[in-house]
């Protein structure tokens, strides 16, 4: 099958289903990140969806961006005290599932994507009553 019309028939099939249901059945049909960042261009975060402004801590750059599954990454660097240099190296917080933000630091760009993606391709957390 052409590639297109598989692509468009992927499309029509997930169409209503929210994005990481969509990323989760393609990784389920042995598809890869850059499979579903093809098929999903506008959808698929990256890191070169990060607009970075100045953080508020004085030097350093921040950016947030929320994903359909409740979940967040937050991306730092260049203040002091935070775990990367802003430029090359950053610092990424995200819901650790229980309300509280984890860190992972020192991560370059392409690590950065790879950690968005892991975000974005989880269930929504169920609060426990």
């Known amino acids: 099958m052409e590639l297109d019309k598989y692509i468009s028939k992927i499309k029509e099939e997930f169409k209503d289903k929210p994005n990481y ?37 004085g030097e350093g750059v921040h950016a947030v961006l929320k994903f359909d599954n409740g979940q967040f990454a937050s991306v730092v660097g260049g203040a002091k005290g935070l ?4 430029v090359q190296t950053f610092e990424l917080g995200y819901d650790d599932g229980y309300g509280n933000i984890d860190v992972i630091g020192w991560l370059n760009p392409d690590e950065i994507t790879e950690e968005m993606f892991k975000l974005q391709i989880q269930e929504p957390f169920k609060i426990s009553e």
Request: charge should be negative.
């Open 21 to 57: 249901e969509k990323f989760n059945n393609l990784l389920l049909m042995d598809h890869d990140f850059d499979f579903i960042k093809k098929v999903y261009p506008e959808d698929l975060k990256t890191f070169e969806d990060l607009i970075f402004k100045p953080h508020g801590l």
């Open 83 to 86: 775990y990367g240099d802003g």
